[in-house]
């Protein structure tokens, strides 16, 4: 067997954590599910979720981890001798490539921005003109598919640094970076003029505009944005020494991810209003609607590369933490070298994110249930592999090997046999039972005959 990395410190594994957590779910997509779903009402509602659902099953996976210190399909094989827990690790490394698919794409529209806003190409307060910018470049067949292979690039370079040398050293400073310039973005958008209306409307609940639907948003964007469900956070838990507690180590963890969402809401939301825009504009917000924001601000010609690079910076540690995955498989279960199945697994994830970005252009018409490549693979990820994923590590911790998560739960901590208690009864049935539901919402051809809707 060969030696496995360990985090050079509780503050290595922290960041790193963090970084894979944070991403383009905090900072692209937060902010417009949130403007979609009436804000301030849906803060909240994430907010307890994050609380109870999200940190439960985050500690489900990291003692899953820690205890076993082996990949996702290891892990559940050494903890249960049956044939059929494993199988909630191979469905992991099945949805890192999914989700890779398009998280590359986008991310390589992150990249691409960088450039198009440092050299002035978005210098315009015309919202049809950056509007049509962006969709005549996502939908060009060549451009955001060099880009989203140059950024599927640096992923492998990270990843082939392995775990001290690449994962921890670029997160130690990445990450205090990124927060660094969240901050003064909040500060930007929040002292224009006319912020105040959007700092209402993120803040202050509007309970009209709540209904199921947006308790089951806010329950999806959760998972997906604590990279929940698909064996993440039970390979970066692999690496945490035995004697750190791990129960601190993921509160810091899941308080990060959701602070940062909420600077992230703070950061685009006012400025939307400032500028008289729809905060319900969708996916679009970030590459049609801030570039105006930056146009029309005082220093925006600073502001707006700034704000991409922190976006790319954002995604290349969640997605080194999707590709971390497949590697930790390769090198713990089939002894393979780092960099050589890291290096396939960049080519297969690079091969499988042009179907997706051509189907924003040329491959269009080509559609099933009317979405695209692109949004099949992200229907697939987020309404069913992370759903199904988290139910099934929650309710393995919580049912097969209940005594021994609880004693790992303590471990690094004694004092927490309280804490532990609770917990067990969350991953046992509230998590479970919660999950189910957003399950059977996010089915187009089961939700239609729910009660409620
Ligand atoms: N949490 C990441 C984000 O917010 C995405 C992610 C999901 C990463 C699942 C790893 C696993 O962008």
Redesign the pocket.
Known sequence: MQARGNWSSKFGFVMAAAG???????????PYVAGQNGGGGFLLIYLAIVATVGFSVLMAELVIGRSTQRNPVGALKRLQKGKLWPLIGYAGIL??FV?LSY?VVVAGWTLAYIFKSAAGLLATADDAALGGMFTSFISDPLEPVLWAGAFTALTVFVVVGGVNKGLERSSRWLMPMLLALVVVLCVRSLTLPGAGAGWDFFVTPDWSKVTFQTVIEALGQA????????G??ITYGSYISRDTDVVESGFTVVTL?TLI?VMAGVMIIPAVFAFGMNPAAGPGLTFITLPHVFAEMQGGVVFGPLFFILLAI??LT??V??LE?VTAYFVDELGWKRRTCTIWAGVVAFLLCIPSSLSLGVWSDATLFGKGFLDIMDFL?TNLM?PIGGMAISLFVGWVVPKEMMEEFCTGNPKLGGLAKVWLFFVRIVSPLAIFVVLLNGLPFVAPYLPWN
């Not at 998972?223 to 698909?230: E, I, K, N, V, Y």
């Open positions: 894979s957590a944070i991403g383009l779910g905090n900072i692209w997509k937060f949805t890192a989700i998280y998972f997906f944005s604590l990279s929940l469900g698909m993440t956070i991810d969402a954002a995604a969640s997605a933490s999707l995955v990820a992370l």
